[in-house]
């Protein structure tokens, strides 16, 4: 226990200095990470610690969850997303009972911000945390249909162009059917020689692919690079619609017309 409140209050002090979205990122896969061990004893920690910007539990969710939405990395994102939803299943008071920042607060009739008003703060509408955590949730439902329904359209898209290309190359043949071309030959293709420079290329594909893609061996074997979070998120609503109806109707409540599709969609309700 001394450890880990010691690893809580030097991360703490590190995040309220911290700029960087990736160095915040970081900083919020510790909690997360240890929400999914010892999610109680973190809460206890963290509740009793202060910080310069006031308690230190306060603190931390208000960053992770104003931030969440902007994290990235497969791995990451599963581990944050669902320690977001374990630390609301701990039905911890002080987390029920706890605001946070909701929806950015944006003036369609505001002038254009000046190079002197940049560091102006922003504005945010107030939530309580189970309500900002359960739109978080559903958020990456959303994302999660949307770039189904974009790899869709571009399957689609592809068909079409496939079809096109084909009438075009029937269009060619009856036009030029016995014709030679370059060299003397009667196929439309170039020779093999013509293309030996591409033999390189996968090798280059897989060096970029690999340093941009190379994840923490550690990562690899943790099981929550392997959750599915359409899944977990899916089972996660049901079980909160069924075990806490008062508590899930108050988040469903908050969310938007196009939110609760969502919502609906992922328990089988009818609205």
């Not at 692919?209 to 977990?232: G, I, N, T, W």
């Not at 609503?237 to 988040?251: K, Q, V």
Request: glycine fraction near 6%; charge should be negative.
């Amino acid at each position: 226990a001394p450890v880990m409140q010691a690893l809580l209050q030097a991360v703490v002090l590190r995040l309220c200095t911290a700029q960087l979205p990736s160095l915040i990122q970081s900083l919020i896969m510790v909690f997360a990470r240890l929400a999914h061990m010892q999610a109680t004893a973190v809460i206890d920690m963290l509740a009793r610690l202060d910080c310069p910007q006031g308690n230190a539990l306060q603190f931390v969710m208000e960053v992770w969850t104003r931030n969440q939405e902007d994290f990235h990395g497969h791995y990451q994102v599963n581990v944050t997303t669902t320690a977001l939803a374990v630390l609301l299943a701990s039905q911890d008071p002080r987390l029920l009972q706890m605001e946070v920042s909701g929806e950015r607060i944006v003036d369609p009739n505001a002038p254009r911000k000046t190079r002197s008003a940049k560091g102006q703060p922003e504005r945010w509408t107030r939530l309580v945390l189970p309500v900002k955590t359960f739109k978080i949730l559903v958020h990456t439902l959303k994302r999660d249909e949307e770039e189904q329904a974009r790899r869709e359209r571009a399957k689609a898209e592809a068909a079409d162009d496939d079809e096109d290309s084909e009438d075009e190359w029937e269009d060619e043949d009856d036009e030029g059917e016995g014709g030679a071309g370059r060299r003397g030959r009667s196929s439309v293709f170039a020779d093999a020689e013509d293309f030996e420079h591409l033999t390189m290329l996968p090798g280059l594909i897989g060096g970029i692919d690999d340093d941009e893609e190379d994840e923490d061996e550690d990562h690899k074997a943790d099981p929550m690079s392997k959750v599915d979070l359409k899944s977990y998120v899916n089972d996660f609503i049901r079980s909160f619609a069924s075990h806490d109806a008062a508590g899930f109707a108050l988040c469903y409540q908050a969310l938007s017309q196009d939110l609760r599709d969502v919502v609906a969609r992922a328990v089988g309700m009818r609205q």
